[in-house]
């Protein structure tokens, strides 16, 4: 037995070495023409519908997208930091709460684009501003009668056992939600408390609530107003009902990095993101830009929404997550 | 000490050295990452961080898991081993993939099936009015973990089976008038003692560190286990507080299972080894009720899962009832547009890598059994199986980040790091089985070291380094968590397309790449598992 070590020892670094040889190297930046590395969160089509607006816009240049998922994209951006720096030039997040954090830890420079008017006010941070609405609505059921109204119909008995939420911890979608009604007056945590007592149950992603209203496995939910409009244009048996007392609306932030390798290319990315032609883009992929004049997807009329105080909720969010799962954790 | 064991010392010692660095390299560097930011928070931090309500109750809960899991599924794993490898050869060849089926199929796939088949609006409840009570809660997280986990005990059993010793025992027990039973307890089990601990070291970190199937079935009941507690932080991660606290969470998962693990790994050191007989298995009577029972088991935890998955990526929409007027292949039109071709190419590249190198690694590494070096080795090989793929990648990417940030290879060593575990066991428990004398007889006889090797030592080896790269190639093939932190410009794999369409929330997409991800692996154990059965 103890004679196959060097023979085996031999053949694992041969293997090794042929690892080595068939990956892939770093690609090399070009001079002239815009090269950046963007990491967002921001759905696959959007980014790509996006960028190659940007590469038309810019001819020759080359964006490197890293896209992950608002976790995953926390852990590459964690491990970076502990191995050399930050390597991207752009951030393009889903939700304000971990922007927030990253300029926090001074990984952001002040926001880059001097003239880009028409975004809202509320979209507007020192570091970073938004690029497009996501708003959270309610699905329903097709023939559920009655339908509910607003926000405060899901503690009615008449959902009893039938309403399906996201779960806030995953994703920061879903967290606004939580965030708007623990600050909003006549809701709070007790809105929860509520919920939970009239058998609202949850389930993990945003998405995954359309697909149990649709299937049947609850009645009503609550989810982002695009995956109710694509359900729906592929004969999902759901409605979207806009409730009256307002959508909870969230803003999808860009940010420049403070330590950016390409900062030209990356302030020349961040204002096409908020030119007409990039917000157009944006309202092709299903979201609402930012841009005012821009038409986005339908809404009822006199749709109106929400937010919530993003400022207040900024470092509060696994705090509120804990008071969240004392009520509908096991 | 035979003339063979003196030229070997000196070798072998440079073996030694060499498997330790590349321990060192692969899993204590990355672990060395993840030790440096858990204690940046300091000693309180630390004690803060695993004294919190929510992870103590996902400790508590982690464990309970894990230990019904290995309860259930390596009886069951090495029943069916018994069962399978003891009929005719041409039987064995065709129950083998069966039994694998349940590993065959990745684990979130095969949550997301028993949702469909057997949960509310799934399968069973449309068409008989039956859904499967407990599934969304620790029952259902049971039910589908050891589902995945009995294959896997399966093949360590098996590949421990192949070079074992008892069939000459097992027929005198018998022809001295000893009952089945009596044969089992006193010949078959005590030989098994090796392949069962380990199936069970395994089993037990594979359930520590599963992750989609409590994520999928404990989430809607507010069933934390400590996977999932680390990706809920990983989502808030962003904020450094709960950075550091999901690292020390991952690290407690290491601890748990060195406690778990470790004992079983310096008694397997302890255990003598007997003498080989390769003679052909018996053949059991009772052939056609384990071939009933291996299609049963299959066809209800694997089957109609499966079918579920396969009807709702052909489905339009969700919600629709699945009949062919709303059938569509629009949805893996879908799931191939843009990357998925060479993600797809990407994955079966990096998978075949690893089931080449994972074997190799697991060989070197049991190769060091009896020296002492060797289980500290082993342990901390089990180790980085057991950190969860988010919390290792980032360990991983702290590591190597500086050279190899962005390329497949940096992905490739995540695997090794993870995945090493999976070529040592079967080859820990084939090897000791087999014994010293044939390898003395041959160097006595003037065989060189290289031909002792390739015509001595291989080819009994050959069942469990295959089960070894089988292992290396499924888990690679299907790793998501790891590939979608660590890939870069060019190296995206199969899995940051899943991942991606699943965000998109498109179910019936997600189905369409579940089919894909699961496809090419069935079609390649329904070619390569009946061939292994004629060894």
Redesign the interface.
Same mark, same amino acid.
């Not at chain 1, 037995?1 to 020892?9: C, D, F, K, L, Q």
């Not at chain 1, 068939?22 to 690609?27: E, L």
């Not at chain 1, 926390?74 to 970076?80: E, H, L, T, V, Y």
């Not at chain 1, 149950?201 to 995954?208: A, G, K, Y």
């Given at each position: 037995?103890? #004679?196959?070590?060097?023979?085996?020892?031999l053949?694992?670094a041969v293997?090794?070495a042929?690892?080595?040889a068939?990956? /892939?190297? %770093?690609?090399a930046a070009t001079a002239s023409a815009p090269a950046l590395?963007l990491y967002t969160s921001v759905? +696959? #089509?959007t980014v *790509?519908a996006v960028v190659a607006g940007f590469a038309a816009a810019h001819p020759g240049a080359k964006v =490197?997208?890293?896209?992950?998922?608002?976790?995953?994209l #926390?852990?590459?951006?964690?491990? =970076?930091q502990?191995?050399?720096g930050l $390597?991207a030039d752009v951030i393009w997040g889903t939700d304000p709460?971990?922007?927030q /954090?990253?300029a926090d830890?001074h990984l952001l420079r002040a926001w880059p684009v001097p003239n880009a008017s028409g975004v809202a006010a509320a979209a507007q941070a020192r570091y970073f501003w938004g690029t497009r609405w996501l708003y959270l609505v309610l699905v329903t059921a097709r023939g559920l009668n009655p339908a509910p109204r607003s926000w405060s119909d899901l503690t009615d008995p008449a959902y009893r056992g039938v309403v399906a939420l996201p *779960?806030p911890?995953?994703?920061?979608s879903a967290f606004a939600a939580l965030g708007y009604f623990s600050q909003a007056p006549g809701f709070g945590l007790d809105f929860y408390k509520r919920l939970k007592a009239n058998g609202a149950? +949850?389930? /993990?992603?945003?998405? !995954?609530v359309? %697909?149990a209203?649709?299937?049947?496995?609850a009645k009503v939910g609550l989810t982002l107003d695009s !995956?109710v409009r694509?359900?729906t244009a $592929?004969? /999902?048996?759901?409605n979207l009902v806009w409730p009256a007392d307002g959508a909870i609306s969230l803003y999808s932030p860009i940010a420049q990095v403070a330590t950016a390798p390409h900062a030209a290319a990356a302030t020349a990315f961040c204002e096409y993101v908020l030119s007409a032609d990039a917000q157009r883009r944006i309202a092709q992929t299903g979201w609402q830009p930012i841009l005012p004049g821009i038409p986005g997807p339908p809404q009822p009329s006199g749709a109106t929404s929400v937010s919530p105080d993003w400022t207040a909720l900024f470092?509060r969010?696994?705090q509120l997550?804990?008071q969240y799962?004392a009520i509908?954790?096991? | 000490m035979t003339a063979s064991a003196v030229p070997a010392r000196r070798p072998g010692a440079a073996a030694v050295v060499l498997i330790a660095a590349l321990v060192g390299l692969l899993v204590v560097l990355p672990l060395a990452g993840l030790v440096r930011v858990a204690a940046g928070g300091g000693l309180a931090g630390i004690a803060r961080a695993l004294a919190a309500p929510q992870s103590v109750r996902a400790t508590v809960h982690t464990i309970a898991l894990a230990a019904v899991v290995t309860a259930l599924a390596v009886p069951g794993g090495a029943a069916l081993a018994l069962g399978v490898e003891r009929q005719e050869p041409r039987r064995r060849r065709v129950l083998r993939p069966v039994v694998a089926s349940g590993l065959i199929v990745p684990e979130f796939v095969l949550g997301f099936g028993w949702t469909q088949a057997y949960g509310p609006a799934g399968l069973t409840d449309r068409l008989a009015g039956i859904p499967l009570p407990g599934l969304y809660g620790p029952a259902g997280i049971v039910l589908v973990l050891a589902t995945h986990a009995v294959p896997l005990a399966y093949l360590v059993v098996t590949a421990g089976l192949a070079v074992r010793a008892d069939v000459d025992l097992h027929r005198a027990a018998r022809a001295s008038g000893a009952g089945r039973w009596a044969a089992l307890r006193t010949i078959t089990l005590p030989l098994l003692r090796v392949p069962l601990l380990a199936a069970s070291a395994l089993v037990f970190a594979s359930v520590v560190n599963s992750f989609a199937v409590p994520q999928l079935l404990g989430t809607p009941a507010g069933f934390a286990t400590m996977s999932t507690l680390v990706y809920q932080d990983l989502n808030l991660s962003a904020d450094p507080a709960a950075f550091t606290d999901l690292t020390v969470v991952a690290l407690a998962m290491v601890l748990l299972v060195l406690v778990a693990v470790a004992p079983a790994e310096v008694w397997l050191g302890a255990v003598r080894t007997r003498p080989p007989n390769l003679d052909p298995p018996v053949p059991a009577g009772s052939g056609r009720l384990v071939t009933a029972a291996v299609w049963a088991f299959a066809t209800l935890t694997v089957g109609l899962p499966v079918l579920a998955v396969l009807l709702a990526a052909l489905t339009r929409a969700p919600g629709l009832a699945s009949v062919p007027a709303n059938w569509t292949l629009a949805n893996f039109a879908d799931a191939f547009a843009g990357e998925t071709g060479a993600a797809l190419a990407r994955s079966l590249w990096l998978a075949a890598a690893a089931a080449l190198l994972v074997p190799a690694l697991g060989g070197l590494l049991a190769g060091l059994r009896g020296r002492l070096a060797g289980r500290p080795l082993a342990v901390a090989v089990t180790l980085s199986y057991a950190v969860p793929g988010s919390a290792l990648a980032v360990g991983v990417a702290i590591g190597y980040g500086r050279w190899l940030a962005g390329t497949a290879l940096i992905i490739l060593v995540a695997y090794l790091a993870k995945f090493w575990i999976l070529g040592y066991l079967p080859v820990r428990a084939a090897l000791d089985r087999l014994s010293a004398e044939p390898v003395r007889a041959a160097r006595v006889s003037g065989a060189g070291p290289a031909t002792t090797l390739a015509t001595v030592v291989l080819p009994p080896l050959r069942t469990a380094l295959a089960s070894a790269a089988a292992l290396a190639f499924l888990f690679a093939f299907h790793e998501l968590t790891m590939s979608s932190i660590l890939y870069g410009p060019g190296s995206q794999t199969l899995a940051v397309v899943v991942l991606n369409q699943r965000e998109l929330g498109n179910i019936g997409t997600t189905s369409a790449l579940a089919v894909v991800l699961t496809v090419p692996v069935c079609l390649a154990a329904a070619v390569l598992l009946p061939r292994r059965g004629r060894t």
């Open positions: 037995m103890r #004679n196959i070590g060097p023979a085996a020892v053949a694992a293997l090794l042929a690892g080595c068939g990956s /892939s190297g %770093t690609p590395t759905t +696959q #089509n *790509d =490197d997208v890293f896209r992950a998922t608002t976790g995953s #926390n852990a590459r951006i964690a491990a =970076d502990r191995s050399g $390597k709460l971990s922007m /954090s990253y830890q *779960d911890a995953a994703a920061g149950t +949850q389930v /993990s992603t945003v998405p !995954e359309v %697909t209203v649709a299937q049947g496995r !995956e694509s359900a $592929k004969g /999902s048996p759901v470092g969010q696994r997550l804990q799962q509908f954790g096991a | -």
